[in-house]
């Protein structure tokens, strides 16, 4: 519990990994000899803020991560392993039906975004709680440009309002679940879960989040995935702060 709300996470790791071109599941390439897949599940275990995990999974796959992910790790907290959906739209909604219902907050994640750290966590149940809805996310570096469907640029936005979406994305449990409700009625389809909280009606705040904290997906990410796994480990054992400070 935080300032009295149970707090859920769902972790969305049932993708189909085809950028990786790797013939498995990006989430169980190994990091450092331990899966993608249990880097990130471990953060939100160790998290005293966190009550519950949801992992949606391949159907395929569940066994597995039963295995060779829960069990092997001694995670404690992950109370469900739920089938994905054809879209993760789709899977994220099969986490929503297998929460708690002590569930007040409620935070998405992806299961191959494994730098997370403990502050980010703690600001974006902060950020759920005062304003139902918020995203971790970073402003871009480059400049945006918007084309046409022959590759012509059609304008170019103001990077300054610009920002990078990252997970978690966090939410009171009920705004969330009437956000996929009107999206599941209206037929809307988004890439990530805070469009349908926005499409529903409610605004959504944006919350600074880490550069490091990025989505493992293609083969380069890996590289640049062991750069910062190494330089993390590295300020743990300097400042025994985990790089946090």
Not at 16 to 43: V, Y
Not at 194 to 219: A, C, F, Q, R, W
């Amino acid at each position: 519990m935080y300032k009295g709300n149970f707090v859920s996470v769902i972790i969305a790791s049932a993708g189909m990994s085809n950028r990786m071109g790797s013939g498995i599941n990006k989430q169980f390439i190994l990091i450092d000899n331990k899966p993608i897949l249990a880097h990130t599940i471990e953060k939100f275990d160790k998290s005293k803020f966190i009550d519950e995990i949801i992992v949606v999974a391949r159907a395929t796959e569940i066994d597995y991560c039963k295995k060779e992910i829960i069990k092997k790790y001694g995670f404690t907290k992950v109370t469900k392993i739920v089938k994905g959906g054809k879209e993760r739209q789709d899977s994220i909604y099969n986490g929503i039906l297998a929460l708690s219902d002590k569930s007040d907050i409620v935070l998405t994640h992806d299961g191959a975004r494994p730098f997370l750290r403990e502050e980010l966590i703690l600001k974006g149940i902060n950020g759920a709680i005062e304003f139902g809805a918020c995203v971790i996310g970073v402003p871009v570096k480059d400049t945006i440009k918007v084309v046409n469907e022959n590759n012509q640029v059609h304008h170019t936005p103001n990077r300054a309002l610009l920002w990078a979406a990252q997970t978690p994305q966090c939410f009171k449990t009920d705004i969330l679940k009437k956000g996929y409700e009107y999206a599941s009625k209206e037929s809307i389809v988004a890439t990530d879960d805070s469009s349908l909280v926005e499409k529903y009606g409610h605004p959504v705040k944006m919350i600074m989040g880490s550069y490091d904290n990025i989505k493992i997906t293609t083969p380069d990410d890996l590289i640049i995935a062991e750069s910062i796994f190494k330089n993390m480990n590295l300020n743990e054992n300097n400042d025994g702060f985990g790089g946090i400070l």
